[in-house]
């Protein structure tokens, strides 16, 4: 039966920006990542009969059913990206994970709605656990708009995890908390945007600069760099060499809208000889 190479658990989204609804979540730039360089991807989430599905060509979805899928409002702001939530898909359980899959060689947790629970991490165990959690650092008020939350089960997730990425979007612009984090998981990286990101490794910070560039749409580049240094790291066990790789993919990425942001096959033999 089949065995995805790289695992990605999150739910889909259905996200409705300014150019009208395109497919989204964590999960789906992740994959795509993943299959351009040259892994079988896998998808375990849960959305509604709304969303398209076409951009996943290829790669294989195990879904839960939902009467409507995750849906995300994007709205441009001056204050910047504001975010509502109008729907959400049903929760992600260990029991929804295909047998065959959970001997996933990479397993990437990606929540987008505090849709898994902090528990799913340790049923992996012995794999290479992955995590990006900026489902699990927000909440929603009543007419949906997103807003920042606390992480309570950080250190039980971090425990179980190889590595874990993290933007400064969702440490609310404060990467102070990063400090204790970096001190639970062996390996963490804070994305910065056009700055770069920053690697906590062995009690060290250093700073992987981005390579200069135009930007037209940076959705989704915080997940391309995700999975392009879990993929990287699990293969060179190199953080330094795996972050500056994922940099400048996620750097390339920004000049393009949506799931277009994902790299080809080609942008990653380039990157690897960047």
């Known amino acids: ?56 060509e290829s790669i294989a979805c195990h879904h839960v059913p939902a009467a409507a899928s995750t849906t995300f409002v994007l709205e441009n702001t001056p204050q910047g990206r504001q975010l ?28 987008v709605a505090q849709e898994i629970p902090p528990s799913m991490a340790q049923h ?8 990006t959690p900026q489902g699990w650092l927000r909440q929603w008020q009543d007419d949906g708009r997103i807003t920042p939350a606390a992480w309570p089960h950080a250190q039980e997730v971090l425990s179980w995890a190889t590595a874990a990425v993290v933007s400064l979007e969702d440490l609310g612009g404060d990467e102070s908390q990063a400090t204790a984090w970096a001190e639970a998981v062996p390996v ?14 062995q009690g060290e910070r250093r700073h992987i600069p981005a390579p200069t560039g135009s930007e037209t749409d ?23 060499e795996a972050a500056r ?6 750097a390339a990425s920004v000049q393009r809208p949506g799931l277009e942001a994902t790299p080809s096959p080609k942008e990653v033999q380039q990157a690897l000889k960047a």
Do not use: C, K
């Open 188 to 201: 963490l990286v804070v994305t910065q945007g056009a700055q770069g990101a920053v690697l906590y490794w």
């Open 1 to 56: 039966m089949f065995t995805p190479d790289y695992l990605a658990i999150g739910h889909l989204s259905r996200d409705l920006t300014p150019n009208g609804p395109q497919l989204g979540g964590s999960v789906a730039y992740a994959a795509r990542t993943a299959r351009a360089m040259g892994l079988r991807a896998g998808i375990v989430t849960s959305h509604g009969s709304d969303v398209d599905l076409a951009p996943l």
């Open 84 to 111: 509502r939530l109008t729907n959400l898909a049903a929760p992600l359980r260990w029991e929804h994970i295909p047998t065959a899959w959970r001997r996933a060689p990479i397993v990437h947790l990606a929540p």
């Open 218 to 240: 940076a959705t989704g580049a915080g997940d391309i760099f995700a999975a392009a240094f879990f993929v990287r790291l699990y293969h060179t066990r190199d953080p330094l």
């Open 245 to 250: 790789f994922a940099t400048v993919l996620a």
């Open 124 to 131: 992996f165990a012995g794999r290479f656990i992955g995590v």
